[in-house]
């Protein structure tokens, strides 16, 4: 059993930053990519970063240029750096990781969520 748990999620104001991160622990034999995506209310889930395991990463269109996407392998950790928040940035935000665990089997992780929220 592998759970990934995020913290730093949050109320800032827009133009302002926020750093999430995500912590995989248990059963772990090996990790795969890693990333976050994104859910507004009344929107579908949407891919905001990923990264692989050698560190080639992915973004959004609409994050580009404003969040960066890191991991720490030898703390199965992802960060996600958000500068530059905008009001549509505003939305629960979950970690994903592709983890070969205890079972040799592939399987994607999903944490709990954090709920980032940008004013106006």
């Known amino acids: 059993q592998v759970q990934l748990v995020e913290s730093g999620g949050g109320l800032v104001q827009a133009g302002g930053s926020l750093r999430l991160s995500c912590a995989a622990s248990g059963n772990i034999l090996s990790m795969g990519a890693m990333g976050w995506y994104r859910q507004a209310p009344g929107k579908q889930r949407e891919l905001v970063a990923g990264i692989g395991s050698g560190g080639s990463a992915n973004y959004a269109d609409s994050v580009k240029g404003r969040f960066t996407i890191s991991r720490d392998n030898a703390k199965n950790t992802v960060y996600l750096q958000m500068n530059s928040l905008k009001p549509e940035d505003t939305a629960v935000y979950y970690c994903?990781?592709?983890?070969?665990?205890?079972?040799?089997?592939?399987?994607?992780?999903w944490g709990q969520g954090t709920q980032v929220t940008v004013s106006s």
């Open positions: 994903y990781a592709d983890v070969v665990g205890g079972d040799y089997r592939l399987q994607k992780s």
